[in-house]
């Protein structure tokens, strides 16, 4: 079944970085646009990210733009997210997701936090 396993979380102080990685499996990957999401405490999940089949066209939420890069790898079935600058604001659980599909991973915990 589509499964989608988020790692690169942890403890980081304001103004460092992370990458996270989501690896996918139970689809033809190279099919399906990729979206991070995260969700912080007491809000509603929203939007980080977008990267298109290729890898070639992305879109980043307003909040974010500038400093996080969202990159795929279809050989291997995986999705990136880069994030620099990071701000106690960016504390949430981030998710991946396909376009095509209504599966959620597990997430991953970033904290900003000095």
């Known amino acids: 079944q589509v499964q989608f396993v988020e790692s690169g979380g942890g403890l980081v102080q304001p103004g460092g970085s992370l990458r996270l990685s989501c690896a996918a499996s139970?689809?033809?990957?190279?099919?399906?646009?990729m979206k991070w999401y995260r969700q912080a405490p007491g809000k509603e999940r929203e939007f980080v990210a977008r990267?298109?089949?290729?890898?070639?066209?992305?879109d980043y939420a307003d909040s974010v733009k500038g400093r996080f890069k969202i990159s795929r790898d279809n050989r291997k079935s995986m999705t990136f997210l880069q994030m620099n600058s990071l701000k106690p604001e960016d504390t949430a659980v981030y998710y991946c997701?396909?376009?095509?599909?209504?599966?959620w991973g597990q997430g991953t915990q970033v904290t900003v936090d000095s």
């Open positions: 997701k396909s376009e095509l599909h209504t599966t």
């Open positions: 139970g689809f033809i990957f190279g099919i399906a646009a």
């Open positions: 990267v298109d089949t290729t890898g070639r066209r992305t």
